[in-house]
């Protein structure tokens, strides 16, 4: 066997569990949600951004903010300028948002009008079961999550009406994505109606939404020996998974500094908003951390805390894709299976640095897991994460890591099982310190 690899009956729980929150959490307000309720159970409260705080040690406690969540744990004894040690993923992932204006028809079919969220890969949502999901704004103000069952489907074209298909698909992004949800001559609810029941409110309160499609298919443990692991959303809630967990199983005795996890929403399309990691969530948090440990603080000791906190940013990457071997460095070749990603970029796509990178490095030796790097084929510039962000917002060092995928941005993503359970043990590891 190798040593290198969890044992078959934790990898199994620990995809298990992953399965769960990603099934309970079908848009980025259900992820907060179901992080919450694993925070309630572990003993963590929540506070309440419109009131004063007072905070006590050895406690553990968390904020929402739409569909962002910050959590942290206070250590036992707190000293001037507290080393914060933040653990950061995302909660969003690319989908097809509900447009206003309702329903229509077309060739006897009933139809949503839905706009791109994010980068999806598009064709990998042609010919799946949907549903949809998010939350409702009603005429009183309140806010409720919905979520219907397998309403919806984009069905491909034909093979018969499009015999160039195999050689390229194009699809028009708005002429080509509209879901069926039903026949025109058999309706009885529109799509406001249907997420109004999921949320058992009443469909004439509703006011606004922010609803997204989901695929339907629950995920799943395959492979020749179960090694890998298949689910919608792995980007980026695999982290946020990793995140919840380890702040959940820390020793509240042992703590070096603050271990503070946030998850932001909104990250798939540029993190520019109050819940993004551009905004000031993170910021707002934890200078009043700061000030409510340390009554007598002044800003001066707050910038000092956030010049020695540090940051890893988890968020997905890829692995050297065996039929496309041309896409990825000739050189650095990180493959499923062989531990988390350190990932850089000398544009600062990526925020890591030599510093990052000996703080990921103790926490991968600590955890007794192994990491590899991961950096783009020069002609094909990457993505970015929170990392460069938090960094930029806070001026605390910063490194950006997490799981390797093949599909990245597909309707079902993939991952080894191996790394899911390496990188929830370098996440614990990290906020533990000591």
Request: with cysteine.
């Amino acid at each position: 066997m190798n040593e290198s690899l969890p044992r078959p009956d934790v990898a199994a729980t620990t995809a298990a569990d992953l399965g769960d929150f990603v099934s309970a959490s079908p848009s980025s307000y259900h992820a907060v949600d179901t992080a919450a309720k694993r925070l309630e159970e572990a003993g963590f409260s929540r506070l309440d951004e419109s009131v004063p705080w007072a905070l006590t040690p050895g406690t553990g406690h968390y904020v929402i903010r739409d569909g962002a969540l910050i959590a942290w744990m206070n250590p036992t004894v707190t000293e001037a300028a507290p080393r914060f040690r933040v653990f950061g993923s995302h909660t969003d992932s690319p989908a097809f948002k509900l447009k206003p204006g309702g329903e229509f028809t077309a060739e006897g079919a009933r139809q949503v009008g839905v706009e791109i969220y994010g980068g999806p890969l598009l064709n990998s949502w042609l010919d799946r079961e949907l549903a949809f999901a998010g939350r409702l704004g009603l005429a009183d103000g309140s806010i409720v999550l919905a979520r219907t069952g397998p309403i919806a489907r984009i069905p491909q074209l034909a093979i018969h009406l499009d015999r160039q298909v195999n050689e390229g698909l194009t699809l028009d992004k708005q002429r080509h994505t509209a879901p069926v949800i039903g026949l025109a001559d058999l309706a009885e609810a529109d799509i406001i109606e249907l997420l109004a029941a999921s949320a058992g409110v009443d469909a004439e309160s509703v006011v606004g939404h922010d609803v997204y499609t989901i695929p339907v298919q629950e995920p799943a443990l395959f492979g020749a020996a179960e090694e890998f692991f298949a689910s919608p959303r792995l980007d980026n809630l695999l982290s946020v998974h990793a995140g919840v967990t380890a702040l959940t199983q820390l020793d509240a005795d042992g703590l070096d500094g603050i271990p503070l996890f946030a998850a932001f929403d909104h990250e798939e399309i540029g993190s520019n908003s109050r819940s993004g990691a551009c905004g000031p969530f993170l910021a707002d948090v934890t200078e009043r951390i700061v000030a409510s440990l340390l009554p007598q603080s002044t800003r001066s000791d707050y910038l000092a805390s956030m010049s020695t906190s540090v940051c890893v940013s988890s968020d997905a990457g890829h692995a050297a894709h065996p039929n496309y071997p041309e896409r990825h460095d000739p050189h650095v070749r990180p493959r499923l299976g062989g531990g988390p990603l350190l990932k850089l970029n000398a544009q600062q796509r990526y925020a890591t640095d030599a510093v990052g990178t000996a703080v990921w490095s103790q926490a991968c030796a600590a955890a007794g897991v192994e990491y590899q790097d991961f950096v783009s084929n020069n002609a094909m510039p990457c993505g970015s994460t929170i990392g460069p962000l938090t960094a930029t917002r806070l001026g605390m060092t910063t490194v950006d890591v997490g799981p390797a995928l093949y599909s990245m941005h597909s309707a079902r993503e993939m991952v080894a099982v191996s790394d899911v359970v390496a990188l929830g043990a370098a996440a614990k590891a990290f906020l533990q310190g000591g």
